[in-house]
C-alpha cells in the first residue's frame, strides 16, 4: 500500500500542496503550521472538534481566506461545496447546468454533463422538479452534483453531510462513496465523525485547535494516534496510568471479566440500544467499558479485562 | 359628490370622442413615464446590485444614500435640474428646458433611488450561501449579476413597478422642469394641477381618472410579468429537515 503510495507520488506531483498553512483572526490564530497534501485518485478526510478551524481550513485551501504564513501550490482548477445546499429557484436539471455555465463548460456539453452528473448521484428522476420542492437529502445530492459535474482537478467538500437525518445520511454516504474516489480529481472532505471517514477517506486529517495533530490511513490514525490528545478525540476515552506510562482504552477495548487483572469500583451506568456503557474508577485511572444490559450497578466492584489501547510514554 | 359623477361622465366622453388634445397628453405622460422608467433601471440595477452583493467600504452609506433618495422632495429635484438645464447654466446647452426629455431627466432621477433601494434589498434576501456557491464555481461578475437578477426577480420587478408608477404620477417637478405648456409638455397629473385651478373640477376628475387607469393596466401588466408562469413554487417542509 504505501509502496505503491509512494510510486504514484513519485510519477505525479500533488495536486494540492499547503506549507506552513497559518490563518489569523484578528489577534486569534485559528490555523497554524499545517501541512497538507491532496493527490489525484484519494480522498482525504478532515476531522476534528467543532472550532478546531476545519471549514476555515477547507476555505484556505481553497484560497478564500488570507494566510497568514505558508505556501500553497496547485495544479489544475479547484471547485468547493459549501456547507448549505444553497440552490437557485430553477429546476434540478438547470442548476447543475448554471454551475457548469459558471464553471465555463461549453453551451452545447452542458446538458449531457448535467444529466449524467444526475444519474450518478441517482436524482435523475428528479431533473424537472424545482429545486425549491426538493427534501433536504434531495436538495444536498444536487448540490454535490453540481461540484462533480463539473469535474474539477481538486473538490473540497465541506461537511457534505451536515443537516441530514441519520437514516438520510447513511444512504447518501453509501450512494457517493464510490463517487468520490476518481483517479482524475484529488478530494478533500470535512466530515463530522469517524465513520465517515472510515466509509470514505483514504487519508485521515486530525485537526485540533487549528493544528493537525495526526495524520495518515484511517486504520492507522485510528487504532495508532500518535499522541494523547488526539487518542482522546478520537475516543480512547479511558486512561491508565502505569509504572511506565499511560495506556489510553476504549470502551469497547474493556470487557468485563471475574477473571480479569483489574479491579474498580462502578461510578455510573448509561443504557445505550446496544448494551450498558460503564464509567469504572480502576486502579491507576478511570476507563470506560461496554457490558450486556443490565450491567453492575453504581458502587458495585468490577473486574476488568483490557485488550489494545494505545500506550504512551510519560 | 355631483363633481365625481360629471368627471367620470365626462373622462368616458372625453376618450369616447378620441379627443385628440388628450390623446396628446396621455402620450406625453406615457413616453415620460416608459423612458424615466428605463433610464432609472439603466442606472438603478447596477447600482442596486452593486449596494445588494459587493463587500466594498463605503456600501453602507451608499444604502444609506438610495434610501434617503426614496423621499427625495419632487419639487426640490425639479428645481434643481431646472438650474442645471437653463439657457446659460451648466447643462443649458443640451436645451431641454421645458421639453420633454427633460421632464424625463427629472423623474429618472427621482425614480433611480427607488429602484437601487428596492433592487438592494431584494438581491440581499438572496441566501448568501448561493452566490458563494457560484464564486466557488468561478461565476463572473455578470453572472452573478445575472444571478441575482433572476432570484430576486420578484422584488426587482417590485422596484420597476414603484419607479414607474412614481414617473407616471410625480407632478412637481414636471411643472418645474417641463413648465405645464399645454399641448406641449404637460401630462395627465399636471393637467389635473391645471383644471383644477381654473376651477374646472370635472375636467380635473376626467384627467385623473385616465391617470388612475393608466397606472391600473401598467402596474397590472407588470404584476403579471412578476409573477410570471402562474403557479408558485413552494418548498414542501418535511419532518427531520433542517437547514443547516
Redesign the interface.
Known amino acids: 500500500m504505501s509502496a505503491a503510495a509512494t510510486t504514484v507520488a513519485a510519477a505525479e506531483p500533488a495536486a494540492l500542496v499547503a506549507r506552513g498553512l497559518a490563518v489569523r483572526r484578528g489577534r486569534r490564530e485559528v490555523l497554524a503550521g499545517v501541512d497538507l497534501e491532496l493527490r489525484r485518485g484519494e480522498v482525504t478526510a478532515i476531522l476534528g472538534p467543532n472550532g478546531a478551524g476545519k471549514s476555515t481550513l477547507l476555505a484556505a485551501l ?1 484560497g ?1 481566506v488570507p494566510l497568514s504564513a505558508g505556501t500553497l501550490e496547485r495544479r489544475g ?1 479547484l ?6 445546499a ?4 430553477r429546476s434540478v436539471r438547470a442548476n447543475v447546468e ?2 457548469l ?4 463548460t461549453p453551451r452545447g456539453a452542458r446538458r449531457a454533463r448535467a444529466e449524467a452528473a444526475l444519474a450518478a448521484l441517482g436524482i435523475d428522476g428528479l431533473a424537472d422538479r ?1 429545486a ?2 426538493l ?2 437529502g434531495e436538495a444536498r445530492r444536487a ?1 454535490l452534483a ?2 462533480l459535474a ?1 469535474a474539477p482537478d481538486v473538490m473540497l467538500l465541506d ?1 457534505p453531510f ?2 441530514l ?1 441519520p437514516s ?1 445520511r447513511s444512504e447518501l454516504l453509501y450512494a457517493v462513496s464510490d463517487l468520490l474516489r476518481d483517479p482524475a480529481r484529488a478530494t478533500c472532505l470535512v466530515v463530522h465523525d469517524r465513520a465517515e471517514a472510515w466509509a470514505l477517506a483514504d487519508r485521515v486529517v486530525v485537526l485540533l485547535s487549528g493544528r493537525v495533530v495526526a495524520a495518515g490511513p484511517p486504520a492507522q490514525v485510528f487504532e495508532q494516534p500518535p499522541s494523547p490528545e488526539a487518542a482522546r478525540f478520537l475516543g480512547f476515552s479511558g486512561e491508565l496510568a502505569g509504572g511506565e506510562g499511560v495506556l489510553m482504552l476504549r470502551p469497547g477495548q474493556v470487557t468485563l471479566d471475574p477473571a480479569g487483572p483489574l479491579l474498580g469500583t462502578v461510578a455510573r451506568r448509561i443504557l445505550f440500544e446496544d448494551g450498558v456503557r460503564l464509567e469504572v474508577e480502576a486502579e491507576g485511572g478511570r476507563v470506560f467499558a461496554v457490558a450486556p444490559p443490565p450491567g453492575p450497578e453504581p458502587g458495585e466492584r468490577v473486574r476488568l479485562r483490557a485488550e489494545g489501547g494505545v500506550r504512551f510514554p510519560r | 359628490m355631483s363633481f365625481i359623477w360629471e368627471g367620470v361622465r365626462k373622462a368616458v366622453e372625453l376618450l369616447a370622442e378620441g379627443n385628440s388634445e388628450v390623446l396628446y397628453v396621455l402620450g406625453v405622460t406615457m413616453r415620460v413615464a416608459v423612458f424615466a422608467t428605463l433610464l432609472a433601471l439603466l442606472v438603478g440595477l447596477p447600482l442596486g446590485l452593486a449596494l445588494g452583493l459587493g463587500r466594498f467600504r463605503g456600501r453602507r452609506l451608499g444604502l444609506a444614500l438610495v434610501n434617503a433618495g426614496l423621499a427625495l422632495p419632487p419639487v426640490v429635484v425639479g428645481l434643481v435640474v431646472a438650474l442645471f438645464l437653463f439657457r446659460g447654466a451648466p447643462l443649458g446647452g443640451l436645451e431641454i428646458i421645458y421639453t420633454v426629455e427633460g421632464i424625463v431627466l427629472a423623474q429618472a432621477i427621482l425614480a433611480f433611488p427607488i429602484v437601487a433601494a428596492f433592487t438592494a434589498s431584494a438581491v440581499e434576501a438572496v ?1 448568501p ?2 452566490f ?3 464564486r ?5 461578475r455578470l ?1 452573478l449579476a445575472a ?1 441575482a437578477l ?2 430576486a426577480r420578484i422584488g426587482v420587478i417590485g422596484a420597476t413597478i414603484a419607479a414607474f408608477g412614481s414617473a407616471v404620477s410625480e407632478v412637481g417637478a414636471v411643472v418645474l422642469v417641463g413648465g405645464n405648456i399645454h399641448g406641449q409638455t404637460q401630462t395627465l397629473a399636471s393637467a389635473v394641477l391645471t383644471e383644477v385651478a381654473k376651477g374646472e373640477y370635472g375636467a380635473g376628475i376626467a384627467f385623473g381618472i385616465l391617470l388612475l387607469g393608466l397606472i391600473l393596466i401598467c402596474a397590472g401588466a407588470l404584476t403579471l410579468f412578476q409573477h410570471g408562469g402562474g403557479g408558485r ?4 417542509p ?1 419532518p ?5
Open positions: 481553497a478564500l482548477r471547485a468547493s461545496a459549501g456547507q448549505e444553497a440552490l437557485a429557484r448554471l454551475a455555465a459558471w464553471w465555463g424545482a425549491a420542492t427534501s433536504g448540490h453540481r461540484v463539473v461537511e451536515a443537516g437525518d438520510v | 441566501p450561501a448561493l458563494d456557491q457560484a466557488a464555481l468561478g461565476a463572473s453572472q444571478l433572476r432570484e413554487e413552494r418548498a414542501v418535511r427531520g429537515w433542517r437547514a443547516s
